[in-house]
């Protein structure tokens, strides 16, 4: 099956910073998200992004599928930015594969 | 539009013991797909439901099975528990073309 790979697995910040996640997959995809899971344990969906570039807010995602690889950028980061965010893709079955995560720790 | 929903939120079962977990899809979404989460993994597939069929399954024993209705809500039934089962079970639904959209998920806790 596809492989993905994230990095980088923990990453701290302090309030304000910039930062990039990467996720690389083995494989062409026809669909990549990008995920926060909050302390609860509920996924959010950030961003639907197979191929491009999207915004929202602080928040910004580019996918560039003929190289295999995707970035989240968090800008002016919050403490509220802190969790596991996973990137998840799909291939040409019917499952989607999760990387392992970067846990981000925002501190005020 | 109305989100994932998953019930119960939480559950403590006894190994050896039946669990059922249930999931009503998002407004619009055909499809519905259960993940278990293990403590600091990401999550893995279990299976998939389109039209009331499994049409897809993830590397899980028998002992997980599954169920959608008309309305596209599902089921998730786990028998003869065992103590690795314990877990944050994760719902999902999705449609053609889109994303997937997660419930906040059901931890279960096998004593």
């Known amino acids: 099956g596809i492989q993905v790979e ?9 309030e304000g910073a910039n930062s990039t996640l990467r996720c690389n997959f083995s494989d062409s995809v026809n669909n990549l998200q990008w995920f926060h899971q909050n302390p609860w344990g509920q996924l959010i969906n950030l961003f639907y992004i197979p191929s491009g570039t999207k915004q929202n807010g602080r928040l910004s995602a580019t996918t560039v599928a003929t190289e295999r690889y995707s970035l989240l950028y968090i800008s002016s980061s919050q403490t509220t930015d802190s969790g596991v965010y996973f990137c998840a893709v799909r291939s040409n079955d019917y499952k989607l594969s999760f990387g392992a995560g970067t846990t981000v720790t925002v501190r005020a | 539009e109305t989100g994932v929903t998953q019930s119960p939120t939480h559950l403590i079962k006894t190994r050896g013991q039946q669990v059922t977990l249930r999931c009503s899809s998002q407004s619009g ?8 989460q293990a403590l600091g993994q990401g999550p893995q597939f279990i299976f998939q439901y389109y039209r009331e069929e499994e049409n897809g399954r993830g590397n899980f024993p028998p002992r997980f099975s599954g169920l959608q209705f008309p309305n596209y809500s599902s089921e998730l039934n786990v028998n003869a528990l065992e103590l690795d089962d314990s877990a944050l079970y994760l719902c999902a639904s999705s449609s053609t073309g889109f994303g997937y959209t997660f419930g906040s998920g059901t931890r279960l806790t096998v004593v």
């Open chain 1, 6 to 14: 994230q990095s980088p697995p923990d990453l701290i910040l302090q």
């Open chain 2, 29 to 36: 979404h055909n499809t519905v797909s259960w993940y278990q």
